[in-house]
Nanobody
Framework: QVQLVESGGGLVQAGDSLKLSCAAS????????MAWFRQAPGKEREFVAT????????YYAESVKGRFTISRDNAKNTMYLQMNSLKPEDTAVYYC????????????????WGQGTQVTVSS
């Protein structure tokens, strides 16, 4: 089992920046891929970004490309999401997820999830 805990959410204004963290514990050696998803009220969970835990290769949703940066610190077993130029449409609960498989943009591709952290961007 892998346990994931997100932190860093909050209320910011449009144009501001925010950095989310996801601390992993447990059988972290079994992880191959980690990702960020988000879910706004009344909407389905949406892919944001993914990173290969070992090689560090990344992939982003078009809606965040150029504004968000996913990274990881293997020594700390922690993944990050640096969010710049935030927009009101970025408002959602942000979840981190982990998988033993290859990077995927569907939630069904991940079997470990955190509890989520709220990000609210005011206009």
């Amino acid at each position: 089992q892998v346990q994931l805990v997100e932190s860093g959410g909050g209320l910011v204004q449009a144009g501001d920046s925010l950095k989310l963290s996801c601390a992993a514990s447990g059988r972290t050696f079994s992880m191959n891929t980690m990702a960020w998803f988000r879910q706004a009220p009344g909407k389905e969970r949406e892919f944001v970004a993914t990173i290969n835990w070992r090689g560090g290769s990344t992939y982003y949703a078009e809606s965040v490309k150029g504004r968000f940066t996913i990274s990881r610190d293997n020594a700390k077993n922690t993944m990050y999401l640096q969010m710049n130029s935030l927009k009101p449409e970025d408002t959602a609960v942000y979840y981190c997820a982990a998988s033993q498989g290859l990077p995927k943009s569907q939630p069904s591709g991940y079997n470990f999830w955190g509890q989520g952290t709220q990000v609210t961007v005011s206009s």
